[in-house]
């Protein structure tokens, strides 16, 4: 069982949202840093101001007794209940606030107190309650030699609580973003995937009677472009290959339409009345010519069906073009004698390929070139070597092609003059085996006609 196709509204969405998700994320911690570093910072200017005031009152009540000293401290605290401090003076206790009995547990990490050095706070916990403090030494007058330890303490849990509220909202307002940008996310997706549909829906009113319809591209996103110009570029050679197929059944319908009714005609007209043995053998003689013919058509079509699909495998051999040419024009010297037409042959050049196809793809042009050339002129089959490869030219004087009949000269059926008679001519399918034969030895094949010339060149690989 194959795995069910996922959505590409699904997975951009997912994406989107996870990358949110890392967004808000990342977002949340850097503020929750920035407002505990905010409330650390505050504790520590709280506790270095107390200590300097706690210094200015133990300097100048130093000498004035533990009573003054007491008073001055308990004046000075008056409204910070969340200051703890202890004042001790060796194993003497000066002053305790309330809630500050937990401080004397760490008398014994005393540092000199320092003005130009940062406070290094510690966390001290007391029934639920977490502090944030330090312990340091503070020398009276300049001239006593008594240090005093002072202990002092923030009670943080208020901004614990904050930052626990604070912590719990910026959770709800990021998932509530999140969701809600999983349905923008959602929203605009689906939104940009519609010219998507829009071309899904134009592929599905395509059929064999609608080739016509092509997506608008001034109403397509950018990205969608080179995928539109494929598509219609598609269409286009299906369309042409569609009508390509469809002159091809008509074309072949009509070949062999005319020699089967030649049959039938001559047959019927054979049983119409009894008849001699010798006009039994005339009939069965014109019978022949017509199967003939047919035969002849079916081998090309056979061929021309083996190239389309890559079948026609040439032989790799050293051909000599000018002997291959020599040979047609010794062929061909009598039927161009009946027109008082001179077959002229110039240059030479070896190439690699299969001599006998080589030799059918130049007798159709060589014969095209006497069929359509006026009496009395010249065809000439000129050789060359150029840097893209090994030239053929058959060039004959008659009448000019049209640029359309030009374009269409190597399809298959075609005549450019239609007016002519069908017995006269072939199948049409010679200059279409001639394209499909150079073209399956790695070559080209062209026609130019104007000013009363017309000159079909092969181009081919040179011999290797």
Known sequence: MSPR?????????????GMTAIVLLTMGYL??????HHFDEQDSVSVRGKLELIQNILAEENSAGTHAIE???????????????LVAEGDTVLFRSEHAAFLAGHLSDV????????????????DDHQHRGTVVSLAGRPEATTEFTVAIAVDAQQHQAFMAMFKLQLLLVG??????????????????????????????????QRLGDRLQLEMLPLELHSLAISFN????????????????????????????????TQTQVSLSRLRTADEYREILYSNLEEYERLARMISDMLFLAKADNGLVIPNHERVNVQLEIKALIEFYEALAAEKNIRLVQTGAADITGDPLMIRRALSNLLSNA??????DSVITMAVSAEQDGIHIAVTNDGDDISPPQLERIFDRFYRADASRARSDEGAGLGLAITRSIIEAH???????????????TVVLPTAS
């Not at 503020?31 to 505990?36: D, E, L, M, P, T």
């Not at 605290?77 to 703890?84: F, Y």
């Not at 390509?244 to 009509?254: E, K, M």
């Not at 790695?442 to 079909?456: D, M």
């Open 111 to 126: 540092v000199p107190y320092d003005a130009g050095v940062p406070l290094q706070l510690q966390q001290w916990h007391d």
């Open 71 to 85: 008073r001055k401290l308990k004046d000075a605290l008056v409204g910070h209940h969340e200051l703890s401090v």
């Open 5 to 17: 196709p996922r959505s590409i509204t699904l997975r951009i969405s997912l994406l989107f949202t």
């Open 442 to 456: 790695r070559g080209r094949v062209g026609v130019e006609s104007a000013q009363g010339r017309t000159c079909f």
């Open 370 to 375: 006497i069929r359509h050339s006026k009496p």
């Open 31 to 36: 503020i929750g840093a920035s407002v505990q």
């Open 175 to 208: 998932l509530a973003g999140l969701i809600m940008m999983g349905a923008l996310g959602w929203i605009v997706t689906r939104r940009g995937l519609l010219p998507v549909s829009e071309m899904a829906h134009v592929a599905e009113g395509i059929s064999a």
């Open 233 to 264: 570029d598609m269409l286009d050679r299906l369309e042409g290959s569609l009508h390509r197929l469809s002159d091809y059944a008509s074309d072949i319908a009509h070949e062999f339409r005319t020699p089967v009714n030649n049959l039938m």
